[in-house]
């Protein structure tokens, strides 16, 4: 699977805020907190352009990891093993 630099960065983006909120992202959100300079819809559609391209149904991202350090490594180490 191949992404493009700006699919790479609205994931990496979106993980980024899962893992400092613990919520879902939407994209409006993320335009707006992530400062990205494209529109909602532009997110929408790289996230939709991904999910295609995987044939997944949903991006969840859970850890059943307790301490809290750990876990924000693991969320690290997916995002890095996404962007590859």
Do not use: C
């Not at 979106?14 to 997110?43: F, I």
């Amino acid at each position: 699977m191949q992404l493009s630099p700006r699919q790479k960065e609205i994931l990496r983006r979106v993980v980024e805020e899962y893992v400092a909120t613990g919520q879902p992202v939407g994209s409006k959100y993320l335009v707006e907190r992530a400062g990205l300079r494209v529109s909602p819809s532009t997110v929408r559609a790289g996230l939709d352009a991904f999910v295609a391209e995987t044939q997944a149904d949903e991006l969840i991202v859970a850890s059943a990891i307790w301490e809290h350090r750990a876990r924000l490594r693991s969320y690290e180490l997916l995002s890095e093993l996404a962007l590859k």
